[in-house]
Nanobody
Framework: VQLVESGGGLVQAGGSLRLSCAASGRSFSRFAMGWFRRAPGREREFVAQVTRNGGRTYADSVQGRVTVSRDYDKNTLSLQMNSLKPEDTAVYYC????????????????WGQGTHVTVSS
């Protein structure tokens, strides 16, 4: 079972990036899936999710600037990020857990290796 992120890179402030997470090895249709990030010197934090029931929630820090989407047929999760800020610089991780909400996810659940996002000012 794997979660593989892609789409990170270097972008100027105000720019956009689209992150993708490809899940393989099993169906995640009954799982909550989401994105977390860890900035240098900071704790991992929640970014956005699609809940088990298909709802979408966002961290206050990204609300209005990012859109999370999920393709159940392709077993993928995406994160469209617009109006990027230097404080969005972090390693972004895709996660999946058999919970109603990805906020319940734990380290032993499914995590990708991360993709780096750097936003220059």
């Amino acid at each position: 079972v794997q979660l593989v992120e892609s789409g990170g890179g270097l972008v100027q402030a105000g720019g956009s990036l689209r992150l993708s997470c490809a899940a393989s090895g099993r169906s995640f249709s009954r799982f909550a899936m989401g994105w977390f990030r860890r900035a240098p010197g900071r704790e991992r934090e929640f970014v956005a999710q699609v809940t088990r029931n298909g709802g979408r929630t966002y961290a206050d820090s990204v609300q209005g600037r990012v859109t999370v989407s999920r393709d159940y047929d392709k077993n993928t999760l995406s994160l469209q990020m617009n109006s990027l800020k230097p404080e969005d610089t972090a390693v972004y991780y895709c996660a999946a857990g058999e919970y109603d909400s990805i906020l319940e996810v734990e380290d032993h659940d499914y995590w990708g290796q991360g993709t780096h996002v750097t936003v220059s000012s």
